[in-house]
């Protein structure tokens, strides 16, 4: 069964920072394009970064030099770290994991989402 758990969301105020975990299982996690998206209250779904099977990354603009992606294959985990956090930050993150499935094409797997507010 594949299953995406996203934890280490949370209350942080601004300025301050927190690190979001996603645990995959029943994929096989090094082959995927991973990636962290965020949807806030009456907004669509938008990525803030990703980082492909071989550590390349991408950021959004409004990330950019505060979050850092990273993932450990070993561990079947991908992580956010963010940084400087802002009021705008907040929202529900959500990982993704895109499975290459050869001539089939790509699966896509979403997790449950964690809630990030950025308050003081």
């Known amino acids: 069964q594949e299953q995406l758990v996203e934890s280490g969301g949370g209350l942080v105020q601004p300025g301050g920072s927190l690190r979001l975990s996603c645990a995959a299982s029943?994929?096989?996690?090094?082959?995927?394009?991973m990636a962290w998206y965020r949807q806030a209250p009456g907004k669509q779904r938008d990525l803030v970064a990703s980082?492909?099977?071989?550590?390349?990354?991408n950021y959004a603009d409004s990330v950019k030099g505060r979050f850092t992606i990273s993932r450990d294959n070993a561990k079947n985990t991908m992580y956010l770290q963010m940084n400087s956090l802002k009021p705008d930050d907040t929202a529900v993150y959500y990982c993704?994991?895109?499975?290459?499935?050869?001539?089939?094409?790509?699966?896509?797997?979403w997790g449950q989402g964690t809630q990030v507010t950025v308050s003081s």
């Open positions: 029943g994929i096989i996690f090094s082959r995927c394009l």
């Open positions: 993704s994991a895109d499975e290459p499935m050869g001539r089939y094409g790509t699966l896509t797997y």
């Open positions: 980082i492909t099977s071989d550590f390349g990354t």
